[in-house]
């Protein structure tokens, strides 16, 4: 990537997301700036995304064009079109800084020499004691968490095997995306149905719980060639505390989830402003911010490099999305799924779960199936409640992103452990098909008591 482009995309895109924030908190209607800066950024990333990423792309644009065209919508329809999704990459541009500030300060370099100490001193069970991390730490961490507890277990934990243990921690990965305010799938639906999060955290919460269960159950059927067991003769870690990163943790989930509840503002923009705004604060009453914005300035201008295709991806999604949502696909699908599934709440669920798997599977993204289902399905009509076609979407996106080789967390794992996506995916099918039908069960048996 030329090195113009580098330094301008990525400032490029925390504007545009910035731009979104003060709209969503002022009168100021700033659609139209941040809406031609996502198409401008999105012509620019179909230069350098992949050719199979490109052609699913162009697809999404030119279908959504043909349909703007065909529906006469004007041009600022068109310009909302291109901002539609801004909302959902603040959460790819601003959570991450939380970490950043927690790495910046040496918060997760404490919690890596409490672990280290007490593997050492008590001795440890890597595969639980990494899970549970990941259940804690990832709500907050997201992608991050993974690698940073990959890196925990090598300097702590003895006598295991690394590619099992970082495939155990993907799947604890899923299990804070089926719940955690902080993922991009769950701030996705609450868009989408108008929900709120406390109406369908408890019934995430319990959907972790299933899926968590199963990666218990399911670990010891996780077996890689050339996995030896780790031998770690590393010294026992320095004495450091938890309590300040428990306290900033705590001070920002108390913030949001107070926040979300008193003002009626979307859960996106208030994670994306603590995500700003927490660290800053932090930052300045610890006299660290000269020092935290040097580091920041690095990430913010790789931003664009390193989200090239959520870029693309959601921009392109929300543009055929919204193009749809005046179409009368809605009451056409909801007529035709009803017909295949006789009304069936149940079997409808399944099918919406294993269509979203199978698509994820030939590489394109659960965001546009979330935004196309979500944007056509009139789930009043089907029997649903909003509640429960959110919560169906994130199980159907968690599931789909376990055995896609083409989603970010089986990437990521991928490069970690050193082997190819399509063997993960492999790796994982019996298991998520497994979750899924209890997961499933469950969910539908919330819809069946009108718990949800």
């Known amino acids: 990537m030329p090195d113009i482009v580098h330094k301008l995309t990525g400032p490029a895109a925390y504007l545009m997301v910035l731009l979104y924030l003060i709209d969503s908190v002022t009168p100021l209607e700033m659609y139209v700036l941040y809406g031609i800066l996502a198409a401008l950024l999105l012509l620019i990333s179909m230069l350098y995304i992949s050719l199979p990423a490109r052609i699913i ?15 006469s919508l004007p041009f600022t329809v068109w310009i909302e079109s291109f901002s539609a999704n801004v909302n959902i990459l603040g959460l790819f541009l601003f959570v991450p800084i939380i970490g950043w ?48 507890i990959r890196q925990i277990a090598d300097e702590s934990f003895q006598s295991f095997h690394p590619k099992k243990l970082t495939v155990h921690l993907m799947r604890g990965f899923a299990a804070c995306m089926l719940w955690s305010p902080y993922f991009v799938n769950i701030g996705l639906v609450l868009s989408i149905f108008h929900v709120s999060w406390f109406s369908i955290g408890w019934a995430g919460l319990s959907l972790a719980v299933i899926y968590s269960i199963s990666a218990g159950l399911f670990l010891k059927t996780l077996r890689f060639t050339h996995d030896p067991p780790s031998v770690n003769d590393a010294e026992s870690g320095r004495k450091a505390s938890l309590l300040p990163l428990l306290r900033f943790a705590a001070i920002f989930v108390t913030l949001s989830l107070t926040w979300y509840g008193l003002a009626e503002q979307s859960m996106i923009a208030i994670v994306s402003w603590l995500g700003l705004l927490v660290p800053m604060i932090y930052a300045s009453l610890k006299g660290e911010l000269p020092g935290f914005f040097r580091e920041s300035a690095g990430y913010i201008s790789s931003a664009f490099s390193r989200l090239k295709n959520e870029i693309a991806v959601f921009i392109a999604a929300g543009f055929f999305g919204t ?3 005046f179409t009368e696909t809605g009451a056409v699908v909801t007529e035709v799924l009803l017909d295949l599934t006789g009304g069936s709440v149940l079997l409808l669920s399944f099918m919406i779960m294993a269509a979203t798997a199978v698509l994820a599977m030939i590489g394109i993204h659960p965001v546009v199936i979330i935004i196309g289902v979500g944007g056509s399905l009139n789930y009043e009509a089907a029997g649903m ?36 996506p399509i063997e993960l995916s492999r790796q994982n099918a019996l298991f998520v098909t497994a979750s899924a039908i209890a997961s499933g069960f469950l969910l539908y048996s919330f819809h069946a008591f009108n718990l949800l």
Not at 58 to 68: F, N, P, R
Not at 401 to 415: D, N
């Open 57 to 71: 792309i162009s697809l999404l644009l030119i279908t959504g064009a043909v349909l703007h065209v065909q529906l």
């Open 101 to 148: 500030y927690m790495s910046y300060t040496g918060y997760l370099e404490d919690l890596k020499q409490v672990i280290v100490k007490r593997a050492r001193e008590k001795g440890s069970k890597p595969y639980r004691t990494s899970f549970f991390l990941m259940l804690t730490t990832g709500m907050l961490l997201n992608f991050g968490a993974i690698s940073l």
């Open 323 to 325: 193009a749809l949502s």
């Open 385 to 420: 409640s909003a509640e429960y076609a959110a919560m169906l979407l994130v199980l159907s996106w968690t599931c789909a992103t376990q055995v896609s080789p083409f989603s970010g967390q089986m990437l990521m794992t991928a490069r970690l452990i050193g082997v190819r």
